[in-house]
T-cell receptor, first 115, second 109 residues
Framework: EPEVTQTPSHQVTQMGQEVILRCVPI?????FYWYRQILGQKVEFLVSFYNNEISEKSEIFDDQFSVERPDGSNFTLKIRSTKLEDSAMYFC?????????????FGPGTRLTVT | DAKTTQPPSMDCAEGRAANLPCNHSTISGNEYVYWYRQIHSQGPQYIIH?????ETNEMASLIITEDRKSSTLILPHATLRDTAVYYC??????????WGAGTKLIIKP
């Protein structure tokens, strides 16, 4: 069964450093998403992406964040200058339907620890 | 804010049906209700969604009241692996999934 994969599973970085989190969505899916979950808290939407551009983004997704689909398979989330409060699990998801179908398939997540 | 409310936790005996309630009295007539679950520290997993009619798939059944103000997710024969946080979600006006705290379901042997 096809699945969303994410790398690395755990990333430790120092405050102020740039990080890139990588995701490989399910191959025939057209819509891609990033979410984050701070330990013990709710899942929070960050951004949705379709046709090589951002469709929607939340207030969390400020200028420090960017997304890219550099090739036909990868979908990346970049945090330019990490802060302590960026420590969280970051989940990538993809869906095959239109933007307003919320049947999304999630990856296992990347745990980001900022020290 | 989430448009749905759920009890914070529930227990169910292994092998019995787990019935998870959700209130969504403010959703509009064309808004679907989605259910996901998150097993500890893993990525959320899509379960099922519905609009008006009851729905069933290999994982669960979804019963939606006629007035659409509430719904119940049914896991017909719960196993220990069904222990997870279950989320009932209605997308917001910005087409985003807004996640609440969900219901922590504990399946007991």
């Amino acid at each position: 069964e096809p699945e969303v994969t994410q790398t690395p599973s755990h990333q430790v970085t120092q405050m102020g450093q740039e990080v890139i989190l990588r995701c490989v969505p399910i191959s025939n899916h057209l819509y891609f998403y990033w979410y984050r979950q701070i330990l013990g808290q709710k899942v929070e939407f960050l951004v949705s992406f379709y046709n090589n551009e951002i469709s929607e983004k939340s207030e969390i997704f400020d200028d420090q964040f960017s997304v890219e689909r550099p090739d036909g398979s990868n979908f990346t989330l970049k945090i330019r200058s990490t802060k302590l409060e960026d420590s969280a699990m970051y989940f990538c998801a993809s869906s095959e339907g239109d933007l307003y179908s919320y049947e999304q398939y999630f990856g296992p997540g990347t745990r980001l620890t900022v020290t | 804010d989430a448009k749905t409310t759920q009890p914070p936790s529930m227990d169910c005996a292994e092998g019995r049906a787990a019935n998870l309630p959700c209130n969504h009295s403010t959703i509009s007539g064309n808004e679907y209700v989605y259910w996901y679950r998150q097993i500890h520290s893993q990525g959320p997993q899509y379960i099922i969604h519905g609009l008006k009619n009851n729905e069933t798939n290999e994982m669960a059944s979804l019963i939606i009241t006629e007035d659409r103000k509430s719904s119940t997710l049914i896991l017909p024969h719960a196993t220990l692996r069904d222990t997870a946080v279950y989320y009932c979600i209605a997308p917001d006006s910005n087409y985003q999934l807004i996640w609440g705290a969900g219901t922590k379901l504990i399946i007991k042997p």
